[in-house]
């Protein structure tokens, strides 16, 4: 219900993120460079929770990967819109929580109960690097952009302790 809650939460502060508030808002170097990396940074989370879809039955491990999915789609869309935003200049940078390409094959080749763990703990990860991302742009003078990266913090520390209770039973 926490969990819930927060995703609700989430998803009214991204709702004030319209079109008209962001076309008469300035973005900062630092607000522009974090959409730039963080974009590729969540999509490899959807890559990750894609590859779930397909290596698993755990019901546990699918709602988190469904859940991750449908929360930060929508954030993807939000920082493309970002006036000034120049997609594709970091998707190569090796970013905190990013998975490498080895650990991305370890992933897609694992099989139940290792395919579980590992999926967790690179979420883990990858949601640790996410966070800390965040963390530069709560003191944005755009309020959007500080509302997002509040929101993202809020939501995946909350994964993260649902990954760990998760990694306890696995």
């Not at 929770?49 to 019901?59: D, Y």
């Not at 493309?80 to 998707?91: D, E, F, I, P, R």
Request: hydrophobic share 40%; proline share 2%; charged share 20%.
């Amino acid at each position: 219900m926490k969990r819930l809650l927060l995703v609700v939460i989430g998803a009214l502060l991204l709702s004030g993120c319209t079109t008209s508030s962001q076309s008469n808002s300035q973005y900062s170097a630092d607000d522009l460079t974090f959409a730039e990396m963080m974009i590729p940074h969540h999509e490899q989370a959807i890559e990750i929770s894609e590859i779930a879809f397909l290596k698993t039955s755990n019901p546990d491990v699918l709602q988190l990967a469904k859940q991750i999915k449908d929360a930060q789609s929508p954030e993807i869309e939000i920082m493309k819109s970002w006036t000034g935003v120049k997609l594709s200049t970091h998707a190569g940078h090796m970013m905190d929580g990013m998975l490498s390409n080895d650990e991305l094959s370890a992933l897609r080749d694992a099989q139940g109960k290792e395919f579980n763990q590992l999926f967790l703990r690179a979420m883990i990860k990858h949601h640790e690097g996410a966070i800390k991302m965040a963390k530069a742009i709560l003191n944005s003078t755009n309020k959007d952009v500080a509302d997002l990266g509040s929101s993202v913090i809020n939501v995946q520390e909350l994964e993260i302790s649902k990954m760990k209770e998760l990694l306890l039973k696995y």
